[in-house]
């Protein structure tokens, strides 16, 4: 079994339900439904244990974990474990008192996700009608003098506004603004061909980002993730599998990293039924691919499997049916042909209606 060092962060999804219906979800394709959720009490025994595993930071996501009515109670469980806690949130559904319960409880930053700059661009993405309520929700928690960072999964329909995003970010008054490019997996593969964008396009995206950088000298910070399928280079798998960071679903299962509900027969533990300390160390989830002992080559030969840790297993697992393959997104995968032909052939215009998408739907 691999020594491993504790981890400092949590991903606490209190809850698939959701208000949008985004084409590119990163959540299961199966959601947890809302009978199944952690109680307040259970969620704050998970911070308590969170905290004595080491975390320090978590952050407070879905679906919409506004749709809990007890979050300022999980809040106060959090802070009160000496976690840090950022929401993660649509901004659908919150107002001013709820955000002064929230930052009563011990909130200390907010993290509004974006679709697009246009608000028909964007509310065509979430399929629902929600930019009005996120502009609502960034005043309110500058007014609130809480930090505020934007997220943009980036994809087909939205990198030639990357300009106009982040001029969105400036006026918003955000502090920082992550521009992700769309991982295929999931809820996602499902409207890979509606989403995914030639190299073209990434190409003046990715000019774009150097251009800001350069204009705004530290007014705000733009983080770019990287586009692994066009770049051919394998993201580090969460820092590695089971390295840095825990995920605990809204039923109480652990996982990994957020995709890894994806992945067949990981027998995922609860913390129903263990603490996240035996979690952590010793269940076979966890242990399964930590370390190199399980790579094949060319991995296992690799000067790189130090840094990319053989690139994510869940995309692995999507584009090849087994997680224990090179990520094919690496070029130096056998199966990297597939990705670059995805990239390279024709695109197809960019949707400009809903039916383009597969909405995602709770109970979908």
């Known amino acids: 079994m691999t020594s491993v060092d504790p981890p400092w962060a949590l991903l606490a999804e209190l809850s698939h339900g959701c208000p949008l219906h985004c084409a590119y979800c990163s959540n299961p394709v199966e959601l947890v439904g809302r009978s199944d959720e952690l109680t307040t009490a259970q969620w704050a025994e998970v911070f308590r244990q969170a905290a004595d595993l080491g975390v320090v930071q978590s952050h407070l996501s879905g ?3 506004l749709l809990r009515r007890d979050l300022p109670e999980i809040v106060a469980a959090a802070d009160g474990a000496g976690i840090h806690t950022q929401l993660v949130t649509s901004g659908v559904g919150l107002h001013e008192k709820r955000l002064a319960m929230l930052i009563d409880a011990g909130l200390r930053s907010v993290q509004l996700s974006v679709q697009h700059a246009d608000r028909a661009a964007s509310e065509l993405i979430a399929g629902a009608r929600s930019f009005a309520a996120k502009e609502r929700a960034a005043r309110l928690v500058r007014e609130a003098d809480l930090p505020l960072g934007l997220n943009v999964v980036l994809h087909r329909a939205n990198l030639d506004a990357l300009d106009d995003l982040v001029e969105l970010a400036l006026d918003w008054g955000a502090e920082r603004i992550e521009l992700a490019n769309a991982q295929f997996y999931g809820w996602a593969l499902r409207n890979r061909d509606a989403l995914l964008p030639g ?7 990715r000019a774009a980002v150097e251009r800001w950088r350069n204009r705004l000298a530290g007014r705000l910070d733009l983080v770019w993730v990287v586009p692994d399928y066009v770049d051919g280079i394998a993201k580090p798998c969460m820092g590695g599998w089971g390295a ?4 605990v679903a809204p039923d109480g299962t652990v996982h990994p990293c957020p995709a890894a509900a994806s992945l067949p027969g990981l ?8 603490s996240l300390e035996w979690i952590w160390h010793e269940s076979r989830t966890f242990n399964l691919y930590r370390g190199e002992e399980w790579m094949q080559d ?3 030969s690799c000067e790189l499997r130090t840094k990319d840790f053989g690139g994510c297993r869940c995309q692995a697992y999507a584009l090849t049916g087994d997680a224990t393959r090179t990520d094919p997104a690496c070029r130096l995968s056998p199966e990297h042909a597939f990705v670059r032909d995805l990239v390279d052939r024709p695109r197809l215009p960019v949707p400009v209606a809903a039916p383009a998408y597969a909405y995602r739907k709770e109970g979908s």
Do not use: F, N
């Open 63 to 65: 679906g919409e974990p």
């Open 199 to 205: 190299r073209e396009q990434i190409a003046a995206a």
């Open 298 to 300: 060319p991995c296992r």
């Open 267 to 274: 027998d995922v533990p609860s913390v129903k039924d263990h």
């Open 244 to 247: 840095l960071s825990l995920t």
